[in-house]
Each structure stands twice: as structure tokens, then as C-alpha cells.
């Protein structure tokens, strides 16, 4: 059964056109997050929610932006998308607990093409 | 130089043949994660581990927190084991969530 779940799994949009992908998980785990993979890198963690507490990294572009409306669904919105943004974006779930952190568990990815 | 670095960075093998990947990181952890990408594929987790040793299946992860170093073996090497195995640590202290990535050891198997 597929925990993290991310929709589409292929999406093509215009430079420009706003485009969001959608990560949805059945674990009810606290802390969600996105990351960019360009092929042959290593992921780049672009923010993290833990609850409702949003976490941007410094370095992500302000064309990049998220929502998380419940515990189950997180959004990535991008806004202007340019040739550059074209990727692989991977949503992943931890739980934060009394004992720790545990494993991330990932998504299958959504790969997006700007033509 | 990163704070995570694996070893090799390309390795090929013949089926059936044991393997070893080696991870290094240069930082406090509180825990060490080995990660297997297909090509054009998600990211699953293999193990995370803080001590010791932990197998599954065909798969064992070690880790020497006094070295700061972890390896990955794989026994009896299958075409289907051709993929990029990630070491990515969680650094200790603070209320850290995010992990820091090696680049990544291309593996294939051939028949």
C-alpha cells in the first residue's frame, strides 16, 4: 500500500505558467517535506513543515512556495516556473516522537518538464 | 569538501558477486540513513542507523560512530540491485529534520 503518495507523476507546463504538485501520506506523520532533484544530484531540501510550522531553506527561490492544509496533504506551488526548475520533486514524511526522529519514507516523485 | 562523502562513486559487478559501499561523514549525527534510487525513479529507505549493524535480506548496513563511517553490503548481487545508493546523516543537536546528502554510488549489476 502506498504511503506517500504524490500526483502526478509526470506533469508538463509552459515557462511562466503556475503549476502545483501534490504529495498526500497515510502514515499521519508530523513533518513533510519537498526537495528538487536534478538528474545526477543529490536531492535539495527546498522546505519542511513540522505541523503547521513552516521551514523554507535560505536558498529557495521565492517562486517556490508550499501549503500544508491538514496533516495528510502538502502542496508545492510554483509560481513562474523557468527552464531551471525543470526536475524531480520528491515529497518525504518523518515522525518527530519522545524518542526521536525516525526514517524518512519518500514519495515517488513528480517529474516536471517546462517547456 | 562534504560532509558526506561515499565511496566508489561508479561500481559495476557481475551477479552473485558481494558488494561494499562505503559512506564518511566528518560531522556529529544523530542517525545515518542508506537510500536506493532506481534511474528516473523515487527514493526508498534502506536502513537508518545510530550503532551497531542491521540486515535485511540481502541487504547489511554497518556504521562506526567512533570512525564515522558506515558501509553497505550486498550479498549475492542481483541486475535487479543496479540503482543509486544515498548516504544521507541527520546531523546531531538542535531540533535538526533535515538530512545531508552524499552524492550518491551508481551500481550495476551485470548477468
Known amino acids: 500500500d502506498a504511503m506517500v503518495i504524490q500526483n502526478p507523476r509526470y506533469q508538463v507546463t509552459q515557462f511562466g505558467k503556475p503549476v502545483t504538485l501534490s504529495c498526500s501520506q497515510t502514515?499521519?506523520?508530523?513533518?513533510m517535506y519537498w526537495y528538487q532533484q536534478k538528474s545526477s544530484q543529490a536531492p535539495k531540501l527546498l522546505f519542511h513543515y513540522y505541523d503547521k510550522d513552516f521551514n523554507n531553506e535560505a536558498d529557495t527561490p521565492d517562486n517556490f512556495q508550499s501549503r500544508r492544509p491538514n496533516t495528510s496533504f502538502c502542496f508545492l506551488d510554483i509560481r513562474s516556473p523557468g527552464l531551471g526548475d525543470a526536475a524531480m520533486y520528491l515529497c518525504a514524511t518523518s515522525r518527530v516522537g519522545f524518542v526521536g526522529i525516525d526514517e524518512q519514507y519518500f514519495g515517488p516523485g513528480t517529474r516536471l518538464t517546462v517547456t | 569538501k562534504n560532509e558526506v562523502e561515499q565511496s566508489p562513486q561508479n561500481l559495476t559487478a557481475q551477479e552473485g558477486e558481494f558488494i561494499t559501499i562505503n559512506c564518511s561523514y566528518s560531522?556529529?549525527?544523530?542517525?545515518l540513513h542508506w537510500l536506493q534510487q532506481h534511474p528516473g525513479g523515487g527514493i526508498v529507505s534502506l536502513f537508518m542507523l545510530s550503532s551497531g549493524k542491521k540486515k535485511h535480506g540481502r541487504l547489511i548496513a554497518t556504521i562506526n560512530i567512533q570512525e564515522k563511517h558506515s558501509s553497505l553490503h550486498i550479498t549475492a548481487s542481483h541486475p535487479r540491485d543496479s540503482a543509486v545508493y544515498i548516504c544521507?546523516?541527520?546531523?546531531?543537536?538542535?531540533?535538526?529534520?533535515?538530512?545531508?546528502f552524499g552524492k550518491g554510488t551508481l551500481l550495476t549489476v551485470n548477468p
Open positions: 560531522v556529529g549525527i544523530s542517525a
Open positions: 502514515l499521519n506523520h508530523n513533518v
Open positions: 544521507a546523516v541527520r546531523k546531531s543537536g538542535g531540533s535538526n529534520y533535515k538530512l545531508t
